[in-house]
């Protein structure tokens, strides 16, 4: 972690803040708090703030904001970062069914790490995952914390679809596929939960400094809670840390 945040500039119309240069627990936390602090104090020319695992990236209108000004009031900004209170950490329970038609890469996975598909499974559905940031379409999560024993490279070759709710894996990381789309990680699994809905407010069910623990389910078990989802009769478990 860095002493300070340096700042880079990242085109006409945005700069970037680094707080440090590694994946760790820490430096995130550290860009959730700057994020909120920038967020409450509403600078003029903001239009968009991108927290990353270790960074954010603030977009600004060139015309109501110089570089320099910007700068400077964000330089003026870290010194409350202690100060902040951040958000409730929530763990949210996430149903998965692993394997099959559901997790085709499943037992690739297990034969990469030289393990039974059931442990693949438990380890994954084992830990509690800290959502360090959203991307690369609406509500897709970037996990940290899974364990390296069952790390497994992407796809050489990314499939065009993949279905919504997909869990996946790629290298040390894993998530949650929130809507269709293309991808290369490894599918092991798919939830039935709909992470990711623009007629619901807020459109998203998860958010940074959130931490999600994958639930095994059966098929059955799957089938209902997808039903129970689309009619609207679903509550998402939603639990706090003891």
């Known amino acids: 972690m860095y002493d300070r945040g340096r700042f880079l500039l990242a085109g006409d119309k945005a700069l970037c803040v680094e707080l440090g240069d590694a994946i760790s627990p820490e430096i995130n936390h550290r860009v959730r708090n700057l994020s909120l602090v920038i967020e409450k104090n509403s600078i003029p ?17 060139p015309m109501r904001i110089s570089y320099a000004e910007l700068e400077a009031k964000i330089r003026a900004l870290e010194n409350s970062l ?10 949210i329970e996430v149903p998965t069914i692993y394997g099959g038609r559901y997790g085709p890469d499943l037992e690739y996975v297990a034969s990469h790490c030289g393990l039974s598909a059931e442990e693949v499974i438990r380890i994954h559905s084992g830990t509690d995952l800290l959502v360090y940031m959203m991307g690369f379409t609406p509500g897709f999560t970037y996990l940290g914390g899974m364990a390296e024993k069952i790390a497994t490279p992407r796809l050489q070759i990314p499939r065009g679809v993949v279905p919504a709710g997909s869990v996946g894996i790629a290298e040390q990381q894993t998530g949650v596929y ?32 959130d931490y999600l623990r994958f639930v095994a389910v059966t098929e059955l078990e799957y089938l209902d809670i997808q039903g129970r989802v689309q009619s609207g009769d679903y509550t998402i478990v939603a639990q706090t840390p003891a």
């Open 178 to 209: 929130s809507i269709e789309s293309p991808g290369g990680w490894q599918l092991i699994g798919r939830t039935p939960l709909q992470l990711f809905d623009p007629a619901r407010d807020p459109p998203v069910v998860l958010g940074p400094g």
């Open 82 to 91: 202690w100060d902040v209170v951040s958000l409730g950490t929530r763990i």
């Open 45 to 61: 020319g903001i239009t968009e703030l991108v927290p990353t695992y270790s960074s954010i990236l603030v977009y600004y209108d």
